[in-house]
């Protein structure tokens, strides 16, 4: 079955109904966000397995120990079916990490992705972190432009053969002291 119709964001955005935002974890929900990133990041950056598998291994470990407190999984969903997510993951007391952040594809452009990274830094805001990090790919503008709009900075660069590519990782940073 396609993807795009099992993810049932198939038909025009006018047609859909409302997308809501939930952080409450059910069973499938770190399989299919695993899912998602695989078989997206395949087809859009021809990945390998290793990076589904990273995915994986991340998820698998927040889904096990997570703080419900300090940590949070957010899934954006369309007629019952996950098209976005984004994570906070608290990396000390005052620095979270932002993780698996995925817009579907056809749903980019309508402010999904602004929508799910605000809420993510208000929690971070709301944490008391006072430092945010990410990392993320170079081919990845889109992210990267959402990421700079919102007042990260990149502050490191690396590269590596990753995923069954030569691809360059990029660490962005904002800090939210200031944050209103």
Not at 19 to 26: F, P, S
Not at 108 to 119: D, E, S, Y
Request: hydrophobic share 35%; proline share 2%; glycine share 8%.
């Amino acid at each position: 079955m396609d993807f795009l119709k099992m993810a049932g964001v198939d038909k025009p955005l006018s047609q859909k109904k409302k997308i809501t935002l939930r952080y409450e974890l059910k069973p499938g929900d770190i399989g299919y966000i695993t899912y998602l990133h695989g078989i997206l990041h395949a087809r859009e950056d021809n990945w390998n397995h290793e990076f589904e598998g990273y995915v994986a291994e991340g998820l698998g470990r927040f889904a096990i120990s997570h703080d419900s407190v300090r940590d949070r999984l957010w899934m954006a969903e369309l007629d019952g079916k996950i098209v976005g997510c984004v994570a906070v993951v608290g990396n000390m007391d005052t620095e979270a990490q932002l993780r698996w952040f995925l817009v579907h594809p056809s749903l980019r452009g309508h402010g999904l992705g602004t929508k799910l990274l605000n809420k993510a830094m208000q929690f971070c805001k709301d944490c008391g972190y006072t430092n945010v990090i990410l990392w993320t790919t170079s081919n990845l503008e889109a992210a990267a432009h959402l990421y700079t709009k919102s007042g990260f900075i990149k502050t490191e660069t690396k590269t590596n053969e990753i995923w069954g590519h030569k691809i360059t990782q990029e660490k962005y940073e904002r800090s939210l002291e200031l944050m209103d």
